[in-house]
């Protein structure tokens, strides 16, 4: 019934949205071809793994569904335009993910893209809030927790970087840089970095450091 009602909604997509997907063979074959078998268990070639020798390896249909995920947040599909037509694929995604079997391993992936995507890319915000709406709808808050923080950090190191910039600290700085400051629990965790910065941006980062602890002496940054 699982994979039956997953094969209702993805039958319900345009064959644009599915190009990814029967590239893969996962929709068109692997899941009609394992009916009777977990989401979890079915292997796909993904289509939308990079080009190189890792596009051969095998990934889980909950993979499958945060990369596609994401290439819908990103815009990547231009189909569909309309605001009303966007929301509508984002639910219908959101119920696919809500009859995963592994809603854990989603999670997981889908944070770290959404990560990716709010710093290394400008982000559709009102399709991200829109995503973690139907998400939340479809599997409550706990769910969607720390997504919602990583999207407040964002506005919030908007603000703090402005405070910045008006602050004295700021002034005849010799490296021009953008910072970012994370809620350490909300993000996904990351290897430490071995960067050695220059003394003209160090001295930038420390400025910003001293500036950061005038009004957060207690947070540990």
Known sequence: RLVLDVMRVCDEFSENELQHFKQSDVIAQ?????????????????????????AQQTYSFDKAIAKFFDAVLRR???????????ADRVAKLAFVVA?????????????????????????????EEEAIVCLK?????????????????????KQCA????????????????EVSVLTEANWPSYWPDTFV?????????????????????????
């Open 30 to 54: 692997s899941v009609k071809q394992a009916a009777g078998k977990a989401i979890a268990s079915l292997p796909m070639r993904s289509a939308m793994a990079p080009r190189d020798s890792a």
């Open 76 to 86: 990547y599909l231009k189909d569909v335009i309309d605001p009303a037509g966007e």
């Open 99 to 127: 009859c995963l079997p592994d809603k854990l391993r989603f999670q997981d992936f889908y944070e770290v893209l959404l990560a990716k995507r709010l710093l290394q890319t400008t982000p559709h915000v009102d399709l």
């Open 137 to 157: 709808r479809e599997l409550g808050r706990p769910f969607t927790f720390r997504m919602e923080g990583m999207l407040l950090d964002r506005e919030s190191m």
């Open 162 to 177: 402005a405070r910045f910039d008006s602050d004295a600290l700021s002034d005849g700085l010799p490296a021009t840089f």
């Open 197 to 221: 910065m220059p003394p003209s941006l160090q001295q930038s980062v420390d400025a910003f450091v001293r500036f950061y602890k005038k009004s957060n002496a207690t947070r540990k940054l």
